[in-house]
């Protein structure tokens, strides 16, 4: 072969050789399709409780910074404005009277998640993903509840809210029994006090996320605070202008950021979805050791806006659009086919009632929400509330309220008052946040509208306020009368 032949030839080899390292070079450097997932969850932090929703007193900054590099949705909402039922949507994508979870679950509840019911641990497990939670569980605590028969590799933490302990006792000492710490399906030791537990939750998540970075992960990180009784580390123990509860946020957010400086280590940032949110809105009885709901109205255990809108930052370098802001309405049952999406997991064959919002969370131009209305049950399956669109109808129902009454001080709750609903009142969200002027007798058509919508749940779900069954209702998990462990 000509030698000038033979020159062509060695570029074009050399050209080839060149060219494939660059296509591997970038493909390495591309996040995989299936990205590691951290879900973030407080106990009661209320909507004004973050600093990029309007926090004073105290600073967030690494939670800031997950908005700073990911979106904020301004309008996202929980299934229920209560501990067991919002964790049970949050997990299995379903409304809570759907699974038969209702309320709060105390120490040794007959009943808890189904083992028909499918998590998120289990979800992403059939995708080889290691599982853990390191928190509160609050979905039964019977042994065959927890979450390591549930999906979840690893468990430690509280199997329900930190002031239920046996014969849930009162706080009016100020005063809280020895805390009994899971591990696995069994009690690992009694801690003396709560003011490590915000410490023990966070180190062992960053233990898990460098155990499993050569492999995807789900990591639930379900702090138990800021539920009362507070407690907080010596560490950040009066840092804050904003006295106990304050510091709590701010050991809170010290948590978020050390989870961030995990994944930073290890090279996960552009592979890890990071999801950080609450369950509920501020109980707001507990006064200055409660949070806020900032412009909304009321707070935990109630439909309104307060209590069922909560604080929501999703983070994922390179897929979600830094800095950005959604105001289009969302809900945690949402979560649960959004990551079947993002991890090539099959739903399950049940029926679920949450929907995929990638293309909200991924900052797609002109994205609208794939629900015609979100349904809002409380007190046992009272349907209370139907949010469709900008416009929110409370339905007829007793609620409570301090009233304009003072709240309590320093962990002594004030008592609530009943108020009611006497009749449908219908409020546009994009005009008042903050729920002050019923417009129903201006819209009549919007009130039949969505009237017709909660009918059409009450078919499906049922509503205790009149007495209806629901078709697609399905029975929780039934133990024992005592907790099994």
Same mark, same amino acid.
């Given at each position: ?11 074009? +080899?050399?050209?080839?050789? +060149? ?14 399709? =299936? ?8 106990? !009661? ?6 600093? *990029? ?15 700073? $590099? ?11 404005? +209560? ?29 808890? #998640? ?16 290691? =599982? ?15 979450? #390591? ?34 591990? %696995? !399906? ?15 939750? =966070?180190?062992r998540a960053v233990r898990f996320i ?10 639930? &990180? ?5 539920? @009362?009784?507070?407690? +907080? ?7 804050? =202008? ?5 510091? @709590? ?20 940032d552009q592979r890890t979805l990071v ?17 806020? /709901? ?10 309104? $806006? ?18 950005? &802001? ?7 049952? !949402? &979560? ?11 739903l399950p064959a049940h029926r679920i ?50 009233? %304009? ?11 609530? *008052? ?9 409020? !546009?969200?994009?005009?008042? #946040?903050?729920?002050?002027?019923? @417009? /129903?007798?201006?819209?009549? $058509?919007? *009130? ?17 306020? *009149?007495?209806?069954?629901? /078709? ?14």
């Amino acid at each position: 072969m000509p030698n000038n032949q033979c020159s062509f030839w060695r570029r074009a +080899v050399g050209l080839a050789i +060149v060219s494939t390292l660059a296509v591997c070079a970038i493909e390495a450097a591309t996040p995989p399709s =299936t990205p590691n997932i951290v879900v973030i969850f407080c106990d !009661d932090m209320g909507y004004g409780d973050v600093g *990029v929703f309007g926090a004073r007193g105290y600073a967030t900054p690494h939670i800031d910074r997950l908005a700073s $590099e990911g979106i904020r949705f301004s309008r996202f909402y929980v299934a229920q404005a +209560v501990c067991s039922a919002s964790r049970a949507g949050l997990l299995t994508g379903c409304y809570p009277n759907r699974i038969g979870i209702a309320g709060a679950l105390g120490p040794g509840s007959p009943i808890g #998640i189904h083992s028909r019911e499918v998590t998120l641990g289990e979800l992403v497990k059939t995708r080889g993903y290691a =599982t853990a939670i390191f928190g509160k569980w609050h979905l039964g605590d019977q042994r065959q509840f927890l979450p #390591i028969h549930h999906g979840f590799d690893e468990y430690m933490g509280l199997p329900y809210s930190n002031d239920m302990w046996p014969n849930h006792p009162e706080a009016k000492s100020g005063t809280y029994p020895p805390l009994p710490l899971i591990e %696995g !399906d069994q009690i690992k030791e009694i801690m003396p006090d709560q003011t490590q537990l915000t410490t023990r939750y =966070t180190e062992r998540a960053v233990r898990f996320i460098e155990r499993s970075k050569d492999r995807p992960f789900l990591l639930y &990180l379900a702090h138990s605070m800021p539920h @009362v009784p507070l407690f +907080v580390s010596g560490k950040r123990e009066g840092k804050t =202008t904003a006295g106990l509860y304050g510091d @709590v946020i701010a050991e809170i957010d010290w948590s978020v950021g050390r989870i961030l400086g995990a994944l930073k280590r290890h090279g996960l940032d552009q592979r890890t979805l990071v999801i950080f949110t609450s369950d509920n809105g501020p109980w707001l009885s507990y006064g200055n050791h409660a949070g806020s /709901a900032g412009p909304l109205r009321e707070g935990k255990g109630t439909c309104w $806006e307060g209590g069922v809108r909560v604080p929501f930052i999703a983070r994922w370098p390179g897929r979600i659009p830094a800095g950005a &802001l959604c105001s289009v309405p969302a809900m945690t049952i !949402d &979560l649960f086919p959004t990551i079947a999406r993002l991890t090539g997991a099959h739903l399950p064959a049940h029926r679920i009632d949450g929907l995929d919002i990638w293309p909200l969370l991924s900052g797609q131009p002109n994205a609208q929400s794939p629900h015609e209305a979100f349904f809002f049950y409380l007190a046992g399956g009272q349907l209370q509330a139907v949010s469709s669109g900008p416009w929110k109808l409370l339905l007829p129902h007793t609620y409570r309220t301090l009233g %304009g009454q003072p709240p309590g001080r320093d962990g002594q709750p004030a008592k609530y *008052v009943q108020r009611k609903v006497e009749r449908p009142e219908l409020y !546009d969200l994009d005009t008042d #946040i903050g729920e002050t002027r019923d @417009v /129903a007798s201006e819209h009549p $058509e919007v *009130v039949r509208r969505i009237d017709a919508l909660a009918e059409r749940a009450r078919a499906d779900l049922g509503d205790a306020l *009149v007495q209806r069954v629901g /078709a697609g209702v399905r029975e929780p998990g039934r133990g024992g009368p005592a907790s099994g462990r």
